[in-house]
Each structure stands twice: as C-alpha cells, then as structure tokens.
C-alpha cells in the first residue's frame, strides 16, 4: 500500500540530484494578460514601429462611430450596427414595387442626354456618320 | 440599393401595397421617412478570414473550425498546403527518399550481401510518384476543410478595406467577404537571382528542380542553404554531376553549428558533390547550349567560369504579399518584405493578423504551424504560445543534419560559459548493424546549471531524433535528465542518451 510514495519519498530522502524538467500539470490560460502590443519575439529589431497600436483601428472606429446611430455592435439602439446586411434579406422590391430612380443619389440617375445623343436618337444614328 | 435600416423590411413593404393593379412607383425618400437608411454589403461575416491555404493558413482554418468559429480559407494555387505541400517540403522529400534508395541499390547493396542486377531509373515513374503523394495530402487537407466546417473558395483575395476582402475566383467571377477577423498567411517565393532570368527549365528554383524532365549532365546550386542542397543531393545520387557555389564560408545557413557544417560537407563531397565556398556568382549567359556563369572569391580574386545544363537557384525566399492590397488599408512591409507584427501576430491593425513565412522568424513549415494555433487561440481565448527558442531544423540530405536550440559559435560569440558532449554513430550499435555509422549527437549545456543550450545531429535518422531534443529544450531540461532516462537497445536514440551522459560524465560506449 502506497509502495510508490514510500518508494518516492525514500527516493527524495537520498537524491542526488534534482530533475530540471518537472510536471507543469494541466496547462491554463493566465488570469491576467497584458494584451498591449509588444515586439514579436522574433522580429529582428525587438521593437515595435513607431505609432503600431497607437492609430485607432477601424473596429474602434466603428465602436465609437455614428450614422444614423451607433455604426458599432456594442450600440444599444438596434443602430445599423447591430445586424449584418445578409440577416436583412434581399434588398429587391416585392413584384410590382419599383423604386423612382430619380430618387437616389445623383451616380444612380441616368446621365443627361446630350444634343449629339438626342441627335443621334432621332435621326435612327444617322448624324453619327454624316 | 436602398435598404430599410431599423424595422422590419416586410414591414416596410406593406406599408406601400396598393389596392391598384397597375405597377406603382415609391418614392424611396418614402421610405426614408419611416427609417434610416444606407448601403450595405451583401457579403456574409465570417468570424475568421484566412487569406492563403498553404501550412498556416490551413492549419489556422482548421484549428479555427475546431474552436467553434465561422471560417473561410481563400487560396488561389487551385490546392490547398502551399508550398510545402505542393513544391517543397513534401515532393522534395518524395524524391530525397526514392533516389536515395536508387543510389543505395547501385552502389550499397553489394556489401550488405544483396545483388541486384539491371538497375534503371525511371524518372517519370519517379515523378508520378512524387506527384502521388503530392495529391493524397492535399486532398487529404480538403477533408479536413469539410469535417471541421471550413469554407474553402478557390480564388485570389485582396484587401478592399480592413474587413472586406473581394476575392477574384479562379472559376471566373468575383465575389466578396468580410471577416471579423483577419489571418493574412500567403507565404514565401523563391528569391530571384540578379541577372538570371528563372525559366524552371535551365534555370530553376527549387520549383523546378521538383519537375525536371531528364536527369541533367551538370548542375550548378547557386547557394549552399538546406534547398540547394537537397536538391543537389536528389540530383547527384541520379546522376548529375553537382556543384555548390556558396557565398559563405560554410554550407547549411548560418544556423548550422560550424563543426556540424564541416562534417556535412565532408560526407556530401563524399558522395560526389562539389563545394565552391566563400565564391561569389557575378552573372550568367544562357545562350549556349550550357548556362555559363562567371564566380570569383567573395573577397575578390580570381574570375572563374562555370558551365552547368541546369542551374539551380536556391539563395533564399522572400515574403510574397504581392496583390493583397495592402496598400487599400495602409499596411506596409519592413525592408525584407515582411509584414510587422506585435507579440499576438496582430498588424497595426488589430483584427489583422499575420502567421507564417510573410512575417517574421524562420521560413519553416513547423514554426508556421506552430503559430497558426497559437493565432486562432489568441483570436478565440486571448493568449497562445510559440517558443521561438525551440524550433528544429533538419537538412534531409543523407545523412540528415537537425539541430534545436543554440549552435557553439553563437554561444562563444554571447561570450555564455558551456560545456559540449558529444557521442559518434559509428559507436551506436544500431548504426552499426545498419551499416549507416556517419556522423554524431553534439550537445551543448550550460557550464554551470547543465541546462541543455543547444542539439546538433549529423547522423541517419536526425530529423526524427531532433524531437526529443527539442522536448529538452522547451521544458528546460538538463543533460543529466536525458542522462537518466532510458532509451530502449538497441536504437539509434541512444547516441543521444550518449552524448548527454558525455556532458555531465563520461559516455560508456566512447
């Protein structure tokens, strides 16, 4: 009965010498962990550029930003932020449903014909070669 | 498009029915009124995006997928596993194996009582097989995307902004995706030789000295690295006479412990390969039917002119980030080429992350490895772990060349007090009944605590051997710990034992 502690402990009682290599015993991630950014331990120059970190990155920014109301994830409001552009659906019209084009944004509207355009649609293209 | 931003769009919608059966037309300034509005993608967000399947994209994708996170890998070769897979270290070691055992049949056999009569070589025999184990491990890495819910699109990524990537798809077509997070794993090429226009034909890179279609009369290897040697040594056991040129003063790369070096050297020129060391290449002209390149002493001397039918050029790798828009999002390269990363592989922009060749560290398949774990573990648990003091090396020449830790001219220059044990192959049994005695374990500890600092092997079997050295050294063992622990008889292993036991005492077979 409990061979191996006596055999352990008379061991220990007698050793020579004290392994290096010891049990780590189940490994965990630390309590507490400084996630400021630090040199890669292999980076040849052990130092960050100047500025690394320091710029806000565009996910801060959007944590912060707004339009039309918190843009970020953490906002509270139901904001645009909140849900992906794919969980609302397709952006189609139902049948029957059009949208006027001369209602969005100038780069969406049909371009302004031009004397030469009109020219060329009533004369069937003729003006364009004569 | 517009979009209704904060109530439902059904809701929207049947706000505008009309009892008309005519089309009507609404106005979306009318829908501005009820809502919000802006423009949106339509692109999915993925948790994870891995720009680049090769070794630590795939590993990454796959630890990822593990972890529970929504993963897409996007890869452009048409193959998963990089240049390792692919057109390195696997095929390489497909042909190290097979013409080793072409040129064990022609000129060792006879001593072990084995003889055989007509040997050829069937080089495209060779090839298919190569390309057989090629196929069977990237397919096999396919599985894997599949069995851990890995979205693999086969395409060419780059940055739109920091969280979309468009992605040009190799079937044609385009399409886009946004990632919570970023892993940017594209890898490494082949640096090009000034002046030597690369055809992987004449002039190849390691690519193509996998997939020569004859065995060349003369090679010339432009760099005495770990692939120019290998693939010498692939070249020269078929047939064709090989030639070294190095600029350093030894072979192997500055990592290699300097005894360790000279020992390779002497054995691989036993094996008919030829060293220019410490030379330097000014040029080439291809137009004759031999390339002819023009070599004089590093240090300036002599011109000298080589004449090769194929020349290998093997100087190094470079970080290959060409065409990921980096420039979209204000990422820059240091002056090697490799993108700058913190202590958690985290870019300048923090969900941009970056593991593998294009970053810093040695361009090896294991240590990429290696931090494709550790990346998603910062991702998904914020804290992961690389030792980048214990990543081994091996050279798959015959006999192998591994090493873990510091080499002696590294410690002297550190100006660190050690000790070295050492223990010969040729005093191994298992060497000796394998008739395979070339080479030696050197271990290197530190004088005082005995903590083992350093392993360098020349010997058969290194690279596997290398594994237990590696253990020592990442758990900070000492040479007595190996000393003392047994290792079965008759194995190769016990010249590790051996050695160890040479540092703290004396070796009993030497």
Redesign the interface.
Known sequence: MFATKVLRASAAAHAE?T????F?GKRT??SS?D?T????????THE??A???S?P????YRQQAQ???PLGKAGKS???GDR???S??P????K?????RN??PARFRRRPLDIAEIDAIETGGATLVC | MLRSLSVPRAAVRSAFKQSSSLPKVVAPSAIARLSKRSYATEAEERDLVIIGGGVAGYVAAIKAGQEGLKVTCIEKRGTLGGTCLNVGCIPSKALLNNSHLYHQILHDTKNRGIEVGDVKLNLEQLMKSKDTAVAGLTKGVEFLFKKNNVEYIKGTGSFVNEHEIKVNLSEGGERSVVGKNIIIATGSEATPFPGLEVDEKRIVTSTGALALEKVPESMVVIGGGIIGLEMGSVWSRLGAKVTVVEYLGQIGGPGMDSEISKSAQKILKKQGIDFKLNTKVLGGDVSGDKIKLEVEAAKGGKNETLEAEVVLVAIGRRPYTAGLGLENIGLETDERGRLVIDSEYRTKIPHIRVVGDCTFGPMLAHKAEEEAVAVVEYIKKGYGHVNYGAIPSVMYTHPEVAWVGQNEQELKAAGVKYKIGTFPFSANSRAKTNLDTEGMVKMIVDAETDRILGIHIIGPGAGEMIAEGTLAIEYGASSEDIGRTSHAHPTLSEAFKEAAMNCYSSAIHF
């Open positions: 010498r392994p290096m290599i010891k780590l991630i630390p962990i996630h950014p630090h040199a890669h331990p292999a980076s040849p960050l550029p500025g690394f970190g710029s990155s565009f996910s801060s339009q039309h109301g139901g904001g645009i992906s552009g794919h609302l659906g952006v189609t019209p139902a029957g449903e059009y949208f006027d209602e969005l």
